[in-house]
């Protein structure tokens, strides 16, 4: 069902936690499945320093989580609002066509946070 990239970052996730000073927080849910995906984002001098998820959700869900950490950490925050829950989906690999909701929730998480850091720094 899995390939191995996505079966990698479900088995070893990375970054996953909260930061506890974020910049910014975004929560993004899928009524449909019940996933939740929340993501905690460091900015510092227009850099994503730190980027870490929580998630309840399935296996897809914490593959794209991870993934997306790895696809924002050290980017600028223009450069990671150019993440899209497509970028997320072919970083992994692709996944099947009835857990691609998932990676929408990834992309939509981290927007959200980068809103919430915008909106806590006059910056909207």
């Keep these: 069902m899995?390939?191995?990239?996505?079966?990698?970052?479900?088995?070893?996730?990375?970054?996953?936690?909260?930061?506890?000073?974020?910049?910014?927080?975004g929560e993004v849910g899928n009524v449909i499945c019940g996933d939740i995906l929340r993501v905690y984002i460091k900015v510092k001098d227009n850099v994503l320093e730190d980027v870490k998820f929580m998630t309840y959700g399935c296996g897809a869900a914490v593959a794209s989580g991870s993934m997306l950490t790895v696809l924002a950490k050290g980017k600028t925050v223009e450069e990671a609002l150019q993440i899209t829950n497509r970028t997320v989906a072919e970083a992994l690999g692709g996944l099947p066509p009835q857990k691609k909701h998932?990676?929408?929730?990834?992309?939509?998480?981290l927007h959200k946070a980068i809103e919430d850091w915008r909106r806590k720094n006059g910056r909207e």
């Design 102 to 109: 998932c990676s929408n929730l990834a992309a939509d998480a």
């Design 2 to 25: 899995y390939n191995e990239t996505v079966l990698s970052h479900f088995q070893n996730p990375q970054n996953v936690g909260e930061i506890p000073d974020a910049s910014g927080v």
